[in-house]
């Protein structure tokens, strides 16, 4: 990938305009190393690089022999970028194989909507194939003195050429089984052997006109929406020169099935769809969204910096560093005003991409400050109103090395929002640090975590709500959804919103923030593929779809404010009666969904539903089965949880990790209990 230069000022080639989160304006970046900082500059040369030389990317444990993953150490791929460039540094795990070409793509919008994948009932679905059938063309094993394999082409060979090695790329091994069908396989998030769903790869020495095949072998998720109509993306790069073209849908014979490889809990399940490359001699790429990469974010973000007028109002901060060294970023918007004014705003509080293979979140999020940071009066009244507080990647490291879900600690960091492990989830303890100390400071009316969703369509939200709870207009969370559904009507759907908490949620974001205090928590959850509602319906979401999702976001929450008591209970009783055209809400739930951002990582949707429609028990018998459940739960785990400690203690070994039995220790147990069981059943 080729680099960025270092900016002349800041550590890690920080712009000077940048500041450390918590200082004051005059503080420039010169003062940034403080011991916080230098924990995580610390942690990214130490950490378990005794444990893991070499590592390849599939780690699992067992009780006897309990390593946790993590990178050996950061690398920069900028140290030959031409000087003078205001770009940052990419940190990338050591392990990782990275070219240094830089990939590139234009914004491009189709004049109409794209349509869904209509299926005929003739698509085929080809069985796995054992790689010694056929031809290994590209196969990429995560160690840094491995090179990758990659078959030698000759000037006649009419082969595919496969490259996935740069920023947010996704492919472990490829197969050619006929002349023009190719068998996929995706790797797994680094330290993990799971989450296989993202994927985002190149193409080279293509033939026009001619019917390929391509077949992902090993996604893992038994319910998929390419089987409601959702085509992956293409993208030409002669098309982008020659026409403007940038990133289409593409694909016919649509089928996603499950396949003969894997047996019991391990089934998997395969993508295959064909289609012909548009030009000879083309350079392509397939995606399952539009990428946004972390240097996309930092270009953003540059942009945002040199402008006169926007950084007037809009101070870019350095949260923290991620485990690779990676810069996580804060952005604090507020018009300038008089200072007892600026502390009687309320604060609004978003962040996006804790899970990197969401990318339609971040378009969101771009769509969010393109609005708030432009000259309207309506975008003037909202910074004249409100503080906001902006983390727009949470999970920069996932998203760089490619990951669909988890960090490189091996873990869905939007389960981490109780941990007080600094140094493992640093992004998420000071997020929410952040916000405490804002708390501190002003009322925070509204906090969204933006998420993708992999099984539903249409743009919803999950929000908290108790029982009994007294519902004043701001204090219902269901208004600020509602007005989202009037601003955003063909894409946003208030009926497939969701308030119950779930005890198997507690640790995510919005419940976390709810229980702090923050009324109005919620998740905006936007499909991966399309929407059903209105003329959009059966057609896939773009980059302008999701970028209009952020600015009717702000719409409705400049909505929320100004709207009379009268209006509100007009908005209410609407609610009233579209619950009431919604049969067991509670019983198909889809925030119970493996596929949810903010749901457990494991579990079947079909499954949960059957239980949670045969179980009915009394409020005291469940009760006292959940408190039981809960004791046996800590003296089952204990054991998992000392050997978690241990591990801690090995990872640090200068300062003694305290590690209390809490429910977030307990969470770690269970998962290196599961990651046992697994290496049992393999083995």
């Given at each position: 990938?080729?680099?960025?230069?270092?900016?002349?000022?800041?550590?890690?080639?920080?712009?000077?305009?940048?500041?450390?989160?918590?200082?004051?304006?005059?503080?420039?970046?010169?003062?940034?190393?403080?011991?916080?900082?230098?924990?995580?500059?610390?942690?990214?040369?130490?950490?378990?690089?005794?444990?893991?030389?070499?590592?390849?990317?599939?780690?699992?444990?067992?009780?006897?022999e309990a390593e946790a993953p993590h990178p050996e150490e950061s690398q920069n791929l900028c140290d030959s970028a031409p000087a003078g460039d205001q770009f940052f540094l990419v940190?990338?795990?050591?392990?990782?194989?990275?070219?240094?070409?830089?990939?590139?793509?234009?914004?491009?919008?189709?004049?109409?909507?794209?349509?869904?994948?209509?299926?005929?009932?003739?698509?085929?679905?080809?069985?796995?194939?054992?790689?010694?059938?056929?031809?290994?063309v590209y196969l990429e094993e995560v160690r840094g003195i491995c090179p990758l394999k990659q078959i030698v082409h000759q000037k006649e060979d009419n082969t595919l050429i496969f490259?996935?090695?740069?920023?947010?790329?996704?492919?472990?091994?490829?197969?050619?089984?006929?002349?023009?069908?190719?068998?996929?396989?995706?790797?797994?998030?680094?330290?993990?052997?799971?989450?296989?769903?993202?994927?985002?790869?190149?193409?080279?020495?293509?033939?026009?006109?001619?019917?390929?095949?391509?077949?992902?072998?090993?996604?893992?998720?038994r319910n998929s929406l390419y089987k409601r109509g959702l085509r992956p993306l293409l993208y030409s790069e002669a098309d982008a020169k020659k026409h403007s073209v940038g990133w289409?849908?593409?694909?016919?014979?649509?089928?996603?099935?499950?396949?003969?490889?894997?047996?019991?809990?391990?089934?998997?399940?395969?993508?295959?769809?064909?289609?012909?490359?548009?030009?000879?001699?083309?350079?392509?790429?397939?995606?399952?969204?539009?990428?946004?990469?972390?240097?996309?974010?930092?270009?953003?973000?540059?942009?945002?910096?040199?402008?006169?007028?926007?950084?007037?109002?809009?101070?870019?901060?350095?949260?923290?560093?991620?485990?690779?060294?990676?810069?996580?970023?804060?952005?604090?918007?507020?018009?300038?005003?008089?200072?007892?004014?600026?502390?009687?705003?309320?604060?609004?509080?978003?962040?996006?991409?804790?899970?990197?293979?969401?990318?339609?979140?971040?378009?969101?999020?771009?769509?969010?400050?393109?609005?708030?940071?432009?000259?309207?009066?309506?975008?003037?009244?909202?910074?004249?109103?409100?503080?906001?507080?902006?983390?727009?990647?949470?999970?920069?490291?996932?998203?760089?090395?490619?990951?669909?879900?988890?960090?490189?600690?091996?873990?869905?960091?939007?389960?981490?929002?109780?941990?007080?492990?600094?140094?493992?989830?640093?992004?998420?303890?000071?997020?929410?640090?952040?916000?405490?100390?804002?708390?501190?400071?002003?009322?925070?009316?509204?906090?969204?975590?933006?998420?993708?969703?992999?099984?539903?369509?249409?743009?919803?939200?999950?929000?908290?709500?108790?029982?009994?709870?007294?519902?004043?207009?701001?204090?219902?969370?269901?208004?600020?959804?509602?007005?989202?559904?009037?601003?955003?009507?063909?894409?946003?759907?208030?009926?497939?919103?969701?308030?119950?908490?779930?005890?198997?949620?507690?640790?995510?974001?919005?419940?976390?923030?709810?229980?702090?205090?923050?009324?109005?928590?919620?998740?905006?959850?936007?499909?991966?593929?399309?929407?059903?509602?209105?003329?959009?319906?059966?057609?896939?979401?773009?980059?302008?779809?999701?970028?209009?999702?952020?600015?009717?976001?702000?719409?409705?929450?400049?909505?929320?404010?100004?709207?009379?008591?009268?209006?509100?209970?007009?908005?209410?009783?609407?609610?009233?009666?579209?619950?009431?055209?919604?049969?067991?809400?509670?019983?198909?739930?889809?925030?119970?969904?493996?596929?949810?951002?903010?749901?457990?990582?494991?579990?079947?949707?079909?499954?949960?539903?059957?239980?949670?429609?045969?179980?009915?028990?009394?409020?005291?018998?469940?009760?006292?089965?959940?408190?039981?459940?809960?004791?046996?739960?800590?003296?089952?785990?204990?054991?998992?949880?000392?050997?978690?400690?241990?591990?801690?203690?090995?990872?640090?070994?200068?300062?003694?990790?305290?590690?209390?039995?809490?429910?977030?220790?307990?969470?770690?147990?269970?998962?290196?209990?599961?990651?046992?069981?697994?290496?049992?059943?393999?083995?």
């Amino acid at each position: 990938m080729a680099c960025p230069a270092a900016p002349a000022a800041g550590r890690d080639g920080a712009s000077p305009s940048i500041r450390e989160e918590g200082s004051s304006d005059e503080d420039l970046l010169d003062s940034f190393v403080t011991e916080d900082s230098q924990q995580c500059a610390d942690l990214t040369d130490s950490v378990c690089a005794h444990l893991l030389p070499r590592a390849k990317h599939i780690m699992l444990l067992s009780d006897s022999e309990a390593e946790a993953p993590h990178p050996e150490e950061s690398q920069n791929l900028c140290d030959s970028a031409p000087a003078g460039d205001q770009f940052f540094l990419v940190h990338w795990p050591h392990q990782c194989e990275v070219i240094r070409d830089r990939i590139e793509h234009i914004d491009w919008i189709p004049t109409s909507p794209e349509p869904l994948y209509t299926p005929t009932g003739l698509e085929v679905t080809p069985p796995y194939q054992n790689p010694d059938k056929g031809t290994v063309v590209y196969l990429e094993e995560v160690r840094g003195i491995c090179p990758l394999k990659q078959i030698v082409h000759q000037k006649e060979d009419n082969t595919l050429i496969f490259e996935a090695r740069f920023e947010s790329g996704n492919l472990q091994k490829v197969v050619k089984v006929n002349e023009f069908e190719y068998q996929l396989t995706l790797r797994a998030d680094l330290y993990t052997s799971r989450h296989m769903q993202w994927y985002y790869f190149q193409v080279s020495n293509t033939q026009a006109g001619m019917p390929y095949r391509f077949t992902i072998v090993n996604f893992t998720k038994r319910n998929s929406l390419y089987k409601r109509g959702l085509r992956p993306l293409l993208y030409s790069e002669a098309d982008a020169k020659k026409h403007s073209v940038g990133w289409r849908r593409t694909g016919n014979e649509i089928k996603y099935y499950k396949n003969n490889e894997g047996q019991g809990e391990h089934q998997c399940f395969s993508l295959t769809w064909t289609f012909q490359f548009p030009h000879d001699q083309d350079t392509c790429y397939f995606a399952h969204c539009y990428p946004y990469t972390y240097s996309n974010l930092q270009e953003y973000l540059v942009a945002i910096s040199k402008d006169p007028v926007k950084s007037k109002f809009c101070q870019i901060h350095i949260l923290c560093h991620s485990l690779a060294g990676n810069i996580v970023y804060v952005l604090t918007i507020t018009n300038s005003s008089k200072s007892s004014e600026v502390t009687k705003r309320k604060a609004v509080i978003l962040t996006a991409r804790v899970h990197p293979g969401e990318t339609n979140s971040s378009w969101i999020m771009k769509g969010f400050l393109d609005y708030i940071l432009g000259d309207s009066s309506k975008a003037q009244l909202l910074r004249d109103s409100f503080v906001f507080k902006v983390v727009p990647m949470l999970n920069p490291d996932g998203v760089i090395v490619g990951n669909h879900r988890c960090s490189l600690a091996g873990q869905d960091l939007n389960r981490k929002y109780r941990s007080n492990m600094k140094k493992y989830y640093p992004s998420i303890w000071y997020t929410r640090n952040m916000i405490k100390r804002v708390m501190e400071e002003r009322e925070v009316f509204l906090y969204c975590d933006i998420h993708g969703h992999n099984m539903k369509k249409n743009v919803f939200m999950y929000g908290c709500e108790r029982k009994r709870q007294v519902k004043t207009p701001y204090r219902n969370p269901r208004v600020f959804p509602l007005f989202l559904s009037k601003s955003c009507p063909d894409k946003f759907s208030f009926p497939d919103c969701r308030f119950r908490v779930r005890k198997n949620k507690e640790g995510t974001g919005r419940v976390v923030m709810w229980k702090m205090g923050i009324n109005n928590s919620y998740t905006l959850e936007a499909s991966l593929c399309g929407s059903k509602l209105g003329y959009r319906r059966r057609t896939h979401f773009d980059m302008k779809d999701l970028e209009s999702i952020g600015q009717h976001f702000c719409d409705a929450l400049l909505d929320y404010c100004v709207h009379s008591k009268e209006e509100y209970e007009k908005l209410l009783k609407e609610q009233a009666r579209m619950n009431s055209k919604v049969p067991n809400s509670d019983v198909l739930d889809c925030d119970s969904s493996s596929q949810s951002s903010d749901s457990p990582d494991s579990g079947d949707l079909a499954a949960h539903q059957l239980k949670l429609g045969t179980k009915k028990k009394t409020k005291t018998s469940r009760h006292f089965h959940s408190s039981a459940k809960a004791r046996s739960h800590e003296n089952k785990h204990i054991q998992g949880i000392e050997t978690q400690h241990k591990i801690f203690q090995v990872l640090d070994s200068k300062k003694k990790v305290k590690l209390p039995i809490t429910a977030s220790a307990k969470q770690v147990g269970e998962y290196f209990r599961q990651m046992s069981l697994a290496t049992t059943s393999h083995g």
